[in-house]
C-alpha cells in the first residue's frame, strides 16, 4: 500500500473509527455507573483500551492535521451514536408527574387499563383544582404514558425524572405491547 494513502486516509480513517467506538462505550459506561450496574468497569475497560490505540495513533502522526480532524469528527459523531444507542437502551426507571386540570378520570382509567400504576392526589393550583397524577415506569414505556396524556388532555403539564430506588411492591405493565394495546 502506497505510504501517503496509508497516512494521510487509512491512519485518520481508522482514529475517527475508535474514536466512533469509544466515545459511545463512555455514554454507555456513565449510564451504567449512574444506575449501580457493575458491567461499568468492563465497558470502561475497552473504552479507554481503544481510545489509548487512537491516541496513540495522533502521537505517532503528529505533523498530520488529517488525524486531529479524524479523531474530532470521530469524537463529534460518536457523542451522536451514544446518544442513539442511550435511547435504544432505555434503561432504568423513571416517573411520570401529570398536572392537569380535566380528563383526570378517564386518563387515569386508561393508565390503568394499560396496567400502569396510577397515584391520584386532587390538588389546588393557580386556576384552581388540578390532579396530581403519578405513574413509575420502566423508561422504554414512558412514551406510550405521554401519548396516554396527550390523548386526554393535550395541555397537561407532565415532568419525567429518573427514579434511583423503587421498592418492589410497584405496579409495572408486563410488556411494552401490553402498554401500547388501548392507544392504537
Known amino acids: 500500500m502506497d505510504g501517503e494513502l496509508f497516512t494521510w486516509v487509512v491512519v485518520p480513517f481508522l482514529i475517527f473509527l475508535a474514536r466512533l467506538i469509544d466515545v459511545p462505550l463512555g ?3 456513565i449510564l451504567f455507573l ?3 450496574v457493575k458491567l461499568a468497569a468492563l465497558v ?8 489509548l490505540l487512537a491516541i496513540g495513533q495522533i502521537m505517532n502522526n503528529l505533523t498530520n492535521p488529517m488525524c486531529y480532524v479524524a479523531y474530532s469528527g470521530g469524537f463529534a459523531l460518536g457523542n451522536l451514536v451514544g446518544l ?3 435511547r435504544k437502551i432505555a434503561f432504568g426507571t423513571q416517573v411520570v408527574r401529570v398536572i392537569t386540570r ?21 390538588a389546588e393550583g393557580l386556576m384552581g383544582t388540578v390532579h396530581l397524577i403519578y405513574t413509575v415506569v420502566k423508561r422504554r414505556d414512558v412514551d406510550a404514558v405521554l401519548t396516554l396524556v396527550r390523548k386526554h388532555n393535550p395541555r397537561a403539564f407532565c415532568t419525567v ?5 423503587a421498592s418492589q411492591g410497584g405496579i409495572f405493565p408486563a410488556s411494552r405491547a401490553t402498554a401500547l394495546r388501548t392507544i392504537k
Do not use: K, Y
Open 27 to 29: 455514554t454507555l459506561r
Open 34 to 36: 449512574s444506575r449501580g
Open 44 to 51: 470502561g475497560f475497552f473504552e479507554v483500551l481503544v481510545w
Open 84 to 86: 442513539w444507542c442511550e
Open 102 to 122: 380535566g380528563g383526570a378520570q378517564d386518563l387515569i382509567e386508561d393508565l390503568r387499563a394499560n396496567d400502569f400504576g396510577v397515584t391520584n392526589v386532587p
Open 161 to 165: 425524572e429518573d427514579v434511583t430506588l
